[in-house]
């Protein structure tokens, strides 16, 4: 199983950026995926979360400004994120709901730098 995620960098207060999940080695259509973030010295948490259905859910911190989605044909789920602000500054990462809950398959992540 991986699950690759990508697009971070560096980006001003107020500015967006659309990050990326490719899946391989699940059953992509029937998998909810969710992005997750850790911020230096916290703890990893999640931030949106899309049903195999596309019924999303969002941490409180994130409503309104990001966005998830996904593409079936291309095994990629998607996060936009729009109005960033400092305290968005973390590494990004993707992952299945079981695998979060059983620490396995987390990828490299994605690092998301906003700066003030």
């Known amino acids: 199983v991986q699950l690759q995620a990508s697009g971070g960098g560096l980006v001003q207060a107020g500015g967006y950026l659309r990050l990326s999940c490719a899946a391989s080695?699940?059953?992509?259509?029937?998998?909810?995926i969710g992005w997750y973030r850790q911020a230096p010295g916290k703890q990893r948490e999640l931030v949106a979360v899309i049903s195999s259905g596309g019924t999303t859910t969002y941490a409180d911190s994130v409503k309104g400004r990001f966005t998830i989605s996904r593409d079936n044909a291309k095994r990629t789920v998607y996060l936009q994120m729009n109005d960033l602000k400092p305290e968005d500054t973390a590494i990004y990462y993707c992952?299945?709901?079981?695998?979060?809950?059983?620490?396995?398959?987390w990828g490299q992540g994605t690092q998301v730098t906003v700066s003030s």
């Open positions: 992952n299945t709901p079981w695998g979060a809950r059983t620490n396995a398959y």
């Open positions: 080695g699940i059953t992509f259509s029937i998998s909810a």
